[in-house]
């Protein structure tokens, strides 16, 4: 691996475009921990991400995803680190982490997304909001994000990638041969 990456890789980008699954597979090819920054929240909540959202909002969800973040790019261990989706919008969030990990976001296009989430089981709260169509509030908020993914040192696009295949890509990338 390429002197010049950090211990800490921390994979972010919109929903669904494969930040956990290709972060668990990144994770066990590096033989570093998988830490999902929505699962800690989660933990530190007691409540999923939805009822967090409707019983507190959303700016209570910011804060606790602002703690996690911190306390993982802290954290002395190295770790793959997959956020949210809103994670890097936060300049907070940004600064700790790009201080501290390599910033890959994944991303895919619309209409991948679109189909991800219709299978998801996951609550999106994020979707609901405008009373859009899926495809239509998808590209909304990605749009909204653009600037804040545009500041990741790497993008790949899953959209067309196995698990297996975006983890190779990124693994390529930090190997300095993409």
């Known amino acids: ?6 211990p800490k890789l921390v994979l972010t980008g919109f929903m669904a475009s494969g930040k956990s699954a290709v972060g668990r597979a990144l994770a066990a090819r590096l033989e570093r921990r ?3 920054t929505d699962h800690e929240i989660v933990a530190r909540a007691g409540k999923p991400i939805g009822r967090i959202f409707a019983e507190d909002g959303e700016a209570a969800f910011r804060a606790l995803e602002r703690e996690v973040v911190a306390a993982l790019a802290a954290a002395p261990d ?18 700790v982490l790009s201080r501290a990990a390599t910033i ?3 991303t895919a296009r619309p209409e991948v997304i ?19 169509p899926l495809e239509q509030r998808i590209a909304q908020l990605m749009e909204q ?6 500041r990741a040192e790497f993008t790949v696009d899953t ?16 190997e300095g041969k993409e």
């Open 1 to 6: 691996m390429n002197a010049a990456i950090k």
């Open 34 to 36: 998988f830490i999902d």
């Open 78 to 95: 190295p770790a793959v680190i997959a956020t949210g989706g809103g994670a890097l919008v936060d300049n907070a969030n940004y600064q």
């Open 104 to 106: 890959i976001c994944l």
């Open 114 to 132: 679109a189909r991800r989430v219709s299978v998801s089981t996951v609550a999106r709260p994020k979707l609901t909001e405008g009373n859009l």
């Open 145 to 150: 994000r653009r600037d804040a993914y545009a």
């Open 159 to 174: 959209s067309d990638l196995s698990v297996s295949a975006a983890a190779e890509r990124v693994l390529r990338i930090l």
